[in-house]
C-alpha cells in the first residue's frame, strides 16, 4: 500500500508511489547525507582485498608428451588482453619457430587462423620470390589439382585467404570458423609450401613465357600472371619513383631491388634458379608459423610436426641471396636523385627520402612538415 499519512505527505492508491514533499534545508542535508555514505562505501571497497585469478594453464601442458617432446617450449606468457595464452615452440627436429596461441572463443578464437612465413630476400628484380609465391598454389603432391587455391576460393568456408610477398618475406595466411575446414585449409597450405610440384609449365605459366600476338601471329609476346601484373605496377610514375628511391637508398641490398619483379628482369629468370630459389629458402629450419583461435593444440603440433619432418626438404643448402647483408653506413652529405617516367599529363611532385637504420623506420617527417607549413588552413 501507500506511505502512511503524514504532514507534507500524500498517500498514493495501491499499487502506485509516493513522492515526499520536504523542505529545501532539509532535501540539502539528506544529499549531504547520501554523500558521506557514497565516499565511505567506496572508501571501504578500495581498502578490500581483491582476490587474485590465476589464468587457466595452458592447453600445450595436456598434450600428450610423445607429440609435446617433439618441440621445445621456448616461451609462455598470458595475454591479459585477449585472455589467451601465447607460446613460443622450437620443433627439435628443424629448428622451425611456432607461436602458438590458445584464444578462447568468447575472445575471438572462434575465428581460427594460420600463417607461416619464409625469408625470401632476392638478389636481383626478376621477381622470383613474387613468381614462387604463385606457383607453390599451383599444385602439390597431396594436392595436384591445377589450380587448388581457386577450388579453395569456391569451396572452403575460408574468412581469409590469401599470400603476400614483401621485399624480404613471403606470407601464407588461412583463416576460417569451422575447424573441420580450417584444418583442411592447414593441410593445403603446408603441403603446397613444402611439397609444390614446380614445373617448367607452372613458371611459364605464372611468371613468362612466349606467346604468338593477338595482332600477327608471326610475331612473339611477352605474358605471363605476374608479368602482365607488374607491367602495371610499372606503369604507374609514384611506383617508378618509389622504387627508383629504393635503389638509391639500398645500392646493392636486397632491399634495392624490385622483389615483385620488373617487366625487363622477368624474363631472365631460368627453371633452375626457380626451383633453387625454393630449395633454399623454403627449408623447415627458416620457417615462421602461426596458431590463432581456440582449435585442438594437439593437432597443430601434429600436422606441423609431420611437414616439417618430410625427408624429401631437408636439401639444405646456404643462403646466397643477401640475407643478413648490414644495411648501408649511410652518407655524409646530401644525396639527389632525377628518377624518369613516360609523360601522363601535368604532374609536379617532390619527394624526400632518408636511409634508415632499419627498412621499417623510413618517415618522411620533413616532407610531411613542409606540407603542413605550406597548407593554407
Known sequence: ??????????????????????????????????????LRARSMSSKAPVAATSPPAPVVDAVPQ??????????REFLKEHAAWAVLLEHAATGAQLVSIEAPSAGGGDEKVFGIAFPTEPSD???????????VLCGSERYPCKEPFAELLRSSQQTF????TYPDRTVYP????????????????LDAVFRPRLSPWTLMQEGWRLEPSEEDKSRFKLSGVVYSEMKGVYSSADSLHAM???????PGQSYGVSSGGDPAAIPSLSYADFVGFHRRNYQPSKARLFFWGDDDV????????????????HDEEAHANGAGDPLPSGWKDPQSLTSWWPPGGA???EATAYSPASPSDVVDEASAAAAAAAAPW
Open 1 to 38: 500500500a501507500g506511505l502512511p499519512s503524514a504532514a507534507g505527505c500524500n498517500t498514493p492508491p495501491l499499487g502506485g508511489f509516493s513522492m515526499l514533499r520536504v523542505g529545501p534545508a532539509v532535501a540539502r542535508a539528506s544529499r549531504a547525507a547520501a554523500r558521506r555514505v557514497a
Open 66 to 75: 610423445e607429440l609435446l617432446s617433439r618441440f621445445r617450449v621456448v616461451k
Open 125 to 135: 628484380s626478376t621477381g622470383v620470390a613474387h613468381i614462387l609465391e604463385h606457383s
Open 161 to 164: 585467404l590469401n599470400a603476400m
Open 174 to 189: 588461412v583463416a576460417s570458423l569451422n575447424e573441420q575446414d580450417f584444418r583442411n585449409l592447414v593441410g593445403v597450405y
Open 244 to 250: 627508383a628511391c629504393g635503389q638509391a637508398l639500398f
Open 298 to 313: 594437439a593437432e597443430r603440433l601434429r600436422v606441423v610436426d609431420e611437414y616439417l619432418t618430410l625427408g624429401n626438404i
Open 347 to 349: 604532374r609536379t611532385g
